[in-house]
């Protein structure tokens, strides 16, 4: 007796068999995705200061330049540039610049002033990232003095100015991308840092301080008086 064979089973094995493949090719390329991510994540964390040298070089992602001078011709072009500055929440500061905006010309040098402030009752530490947008600005926006990456740290009450020197490189006209462009926005964030050893010390040692002993004022009198109130 001749067995007939299953068409149905033909037609289907090699279907699940596709599907199959299809699924473990999709796992497997989501697997080398996320991999990728967590890599570049963690390589983001461990190479910040490559990543800032990059971004410095290149202009990326509004990083500005930084200049030792400028010994270049200053064009008649006059362009903009806007302060804005910001704070982390866990940071108690005020922090703003004294001016709003300057004018100046391409390849002139311009010290612009920042305000910063502890608010709170406490040393506090902060650090100060920046950029400026149009990011393309970036690689033309040369600073040769800033507080921007250096810790600063501020006593209950107290206000310090910081300056920011710079400059806008005038090739920036030269840029189809910034040809046209009349305003620049440099700005600043400042984060919580945790204070060092030293900032622990002077903030415990300012706290003791703080506390006033309570001592006993007895008076015994001399000790023949004492004596007689003893018999």
Known sequence: MSTQPNKDAVKTAPQKTIADSKFRINLSVALICLGFVGGMLGLS??????????????????????AEDFTGKVSDTVITVSFDSNISQDL???FKPKQRSIKLRLGEKVTAIFLAKNVGNKISTGEASFNVSPQAAGQYFNKIECFCF???TLKPGEQVEMPVLFFIDPDI???PLMSKATIITLSYTFYQQEPDEDEKTTELNNT?????PVTANLTLGNSSELSKKLQ
């Open 45 to 66: 964390y461990a190479s910040v200061p490559l990543y800032r040298l990059f971004c410095q070089v290149t202009g990326y992602g509004g990083t500005t330049q930084k």
């Open 92 to 94: 108690n500061w005020s």
């Open 150 to 152: 250096t810790e600063q």
């Open 173 to 175: 006209e030269n840029d």
């Open 208 to 212: 003791e301080a703080k506390v006033e």
